[in-house]
Every structure is written in C-alpha cells, then in structure tokens.
C-alpha cells in the first residue's frame, strides 16, 4: 500500500470567502498523490488565515497532531510557505520531522528535511518567504498612507451607512443619523437595536443588530468624515459626504464613553422608573422587585432602594402617578429658543481647532527638516493634543445642548406614553423631572398617596422668587 499523505491547503486572505483559492490547491496537490501513488488519507484547510504572524492556525496543528501520532507518511502542499513562513516555525517542524520520519512534499518537488541539503534549501525557501511577507507588508503600509493622503475610502468590506465607493446607502444612513439623536436625547443602545430589528433593518452581513455591534457602529470616525491612520486622527479632508456633523458624532462618543455610564451589558430595563426615582432615607436609587404574596397568593411588582428596602412602593402606581403629573406639567413648558451664543461660540472653536491642526503639521514638517529638536517637537504636540481634547469636549457638550428633548410638544409626549417606548419615556421625565424622591410611607397605610412620592420639576421660565426649582 502507498505512503498514507495529508493534504494541507491554506490561503492567508480569501476575499470572497468561496474558498476558491484553497480549492485549487488542493485539486493540484490530489493529482501530484495520484502520480506518486500515495493515499490521501485527510484534506486539512485554513481559509483565510495567515502564517506569517504567531497566531495559531487550527488546521495547521490537527496536520502536526497527525505526524506526532504516526496516522500519516507524508505532508502535501501546494508550497513550502503554505506550512511555514518564518524561520522559527521551520526548526520546528525540522525537529519533527527527524522524531517521525515524515516527508514534506510540495507540487514543486518534495522536501527532505532529513538531510543537510534538503534542511539548507527549507531554510533558503524560508528566509524567500519571510522577507516576501516583509516586502508585501511594506507595500500595503506605502498604499494605504497613500490612500489616507488622499483622503479617498478604502472600505475590505461595505461599512453600515456607506457604498463602498463612498455614497450614502439611504436605508441605512438615515436610521443611523437618527440613531446619533436619540442616544443624545438619552435612549439607550439596547433599545436603537431592538427598534431596527423590528424593523428589519439589518447589518452590512444580514444579521441582526445586538447592543455590541451597535455601539461599535455608532463609535466609527467615517460616519463623520474623520480620517485615521493607525487608530489616529490625521486631520486629513476625507472625499466622501459625513452622514452626522463631527460635533455630533464627538458627542456621542463622549456620551457613549463616560465612565459612569453601565457597561455591562446595556439589557433592557424592566421598570420605567428603575435608576431614576431615589430613596429620601438613604440616597439609593430605585430598583425593581416584587412583593410579598398577599392572603389571594398574588404578587405585583414594587419599588424599592437599592441599599436596604428602606421603602418599598407599588410600580404600577408610581408609574402611572409620575405620568399624570408630567402630562399636567407639560403645557408650562416653552420651546427653548436656539443658543446663539453657543452657536457662536461652536463657530470660533471650529476655526481655532483648525488653526491648532495646522500648527501640528508645521511641527512635524520643522521637524523633519531639523529646525526643531525632538524635546521640541512633543512639548509642542502635547499642548496642541490638550488643547484639541478641550475644544473638542467643548463642541460635544454644545452638541449635546442642542439636541434635546421638546418638552412643549405634547402630542409627542402623549405619542410616547401612549405606545409605552420606555427609554423615550424616561428621557422626558429625566428632562421634566430633576428628582424623583420616595418618601417614607405612614403607617398602617395599605395604599400610596401623592404624598408619598415628591417630584421636583425642572421649570426654567417659572420659578420660585428664589429662583430655584418648584416641587410638588
């Protein structure tokens, strides 16, 4: 019986993801088994995967568990650089092969590594083949600061929002300039998600939408025309259209970023008060729970603090009493007029965040030609970076501002209530309300009251003679 043999295809980037290119490897490395006689016992594949780097190719090492346990006699690739490409990987399967016995054969002849002339040109082809992957690397590092320079997008595959060449996919940017809104306006990620699922709104791939993706979506410089190279900005113009402003988008970040907000997970929350409303014993805030089973054995849900139960109140009461009062509320609130000063003032940090720009580039440019010294050089990076990081804070909370919840449309108010879209309805009583207070209930009190929850309101055209907030 022939020599049992293994075929190992490999590909390092399969475009079309056909597997096309491991395919004919594979046809080609058959027929050389077939003119040598040998028994193709297993066809191992790694589409896709590169071997130039450390990262470990699953196919690759079922082919070494294969020789290690003697179940094969010879090893079949199309060329040697589809089983190694770097010198360490080599002394490897060197050492291996001298323990098993094993042959490596490619479809341009076989190669002994039993030998010294046969371990000499396995180590030739192998320096050929490390410094084609260094030659390569170089080339796609020169073309694609090219590109940057240029400012034209260069997409390996089609982003949510975007064409590849560019132009806007009107099914999806228009969502995802929305989406910008209503994250500054206070919904949540989980919910912009759940919303375009139902609404059959998929990503570039076909799949539907999760909290993770989404937020990754939303976090992307190209949905503001930002270019980047290597994770930074370049202050580079880009060639295509933003779908949001730049202040937007920075808001949004700075927004989605904060520390305080939950990271852990962005589920949906079951009670519409839950987080908001606070405990006026202990300062907790509110969390949901369910209370004890009544003579009936029924339960409802309640509210309660986080810190200790100091009080407890039924949810659906709470819900409903806090929506009443903000509906009786609402025709006391105006239409905010535009900030023309913060208008202004976007205008003048727009030009001045350019000017600090361009005094970067002279820097960098001064020290190429050696008219400033390397001290110089990150003295003057690093005050230009603070200053940017102040502007750019600065335009993220003007555009945060102006993207806001209208308090004086009641229809809108009513529309949310009426369809219960909880984060929306938590934005507005988060606008209208400045606290939610539990207070401590009387005794022996089977049912709540008004007085037991106390709502200070957000008024900013009526006011005490103080000047601060009414409570009711």
């Not at 080609?28 to 191992?44: D, Y």
């Not at 003057?380 to 970076?385: E, K, L, R």
Request: proline content about 3%; overall charge positive; some cysteine.
């Amino acid at each position: 019986m022939g020599k049992r043999a293994v075929i190992y295809a490999r590909i390092s980037l399969d475009a079309t993801g056909e597997g096309l290119g491991v395919a004919r490897q594979e046809q080609a490395c058959r027929e050389l088994c077939e003119q040598r006689g040998w028994q193709v016992t297993a066809v191992i594949v790694d589409n896709s995967v590169s071997a130039s780097t450390r990262k470990v190719r699953p196919g690759w090492r079922q082919v070494l568990d294969l020789i290690t346990s003697g179940a094969v006699d010879v090893v079949v690739a199309w060329q040697v650089d589809r089983m190694y490409r770097n010198l360490r990987d080599l002394e490897d399967l060197v050492d291996l092969t001298e323990r098993t016995g094993v042959t490596l054969a490619t479809v341009s002849g076989e190669l002994d590594l039993s030998t010294p002339n046969g371990r000499f040109l396995a180590r030739i082809l192998g320096s050929a083949a490390r410094q084609e992957v260094e030659i390569k690397s170089a080339r796609q590092k020169a073309a694609q600061h090219q590109r940057v320079q240029t400012g034209r997008p260069w997409w390996t595959v089609r982003p949510f929002g975007f064409e590849r060449n560019g132009d806007h996919r009107q099914s999806e940017a228009e969502p995802l300039r929305q989406a910008y809104a209503d994250v500054l306006t206070g919904q949540s990620v989980y919910s912009i998600a759940a919303r375009w699922n139902a609404a059959g709104i998929l990503t570039p791939k076909g799949n539907r939408w999760r909290s993770s993706n989404l937020r990754h979506v939303l976090m992307c410089e190209r949905n503001a025309a930002i270019l980047t190279y290597n994770g930074a900005e370049t202050g580079n113009p880009a060639t295509w259209e933003p779908i949001v402003p730049e202040d937007v988008y920075r808001a949004t970040v700075r927004h989605l970023s904060e520390p305080s907000r939950n990271t852990g997970g962005g589920g949906r929350r079951k009670g519409l008060l839950v987080g908001v409303a606070t405990c006026s014993r202990c300062g907790g805030k509110a969390s949901q729970g369910w209370s004890k089973q009544n003579q009936a054995g029924e339960r409802y849900r309640i509210y309660t603090c986080r810190e200790g139960r100091c009080i407890t109140i039924p949810a659906d009461w709470l819900d409903s009493y806090v929506l009443r009062r903000l509906i009786n509320q609402a025709d006391q609130w105006n239409v905010q007029p535009v900030d023309q000063e913060a208008e202004q003032e976007s205008t003048q940090l727009r030009v001045e965040e350019s000017a600090v720009l361009a005094r970067k580039q002279s820097l960098a440019e001064l020290f190429v030609a050696g008219t400033v010294d390397q001290a110089a050089l990150a003295a003057g990076t690093a005050a230009a970076d603070s200053r940017l990081t102040e502007i750019r804070d600065r335009l993220a909370e003007i555009a945060t501002a102006r993207v806001g919840v209208d308090l004086s449309d009641i229809e809108s108010v009513w529309e949310a209530i009426d369809q219960m879209e909880t984060e929306r309805v938590r934005t507005i009583i988060e606008t209208a309300c400045e606290s939610i207070r539990l207070m401590p209930r009387r005794k022996g009190a089977r049912l709540p009251r008004g007085e037991d929850v106390q709502l200070t309101w957000r008024m900013p055209q009526t006011e005490t003679r103080e000047g601060s907030p009414v409570v009711a």
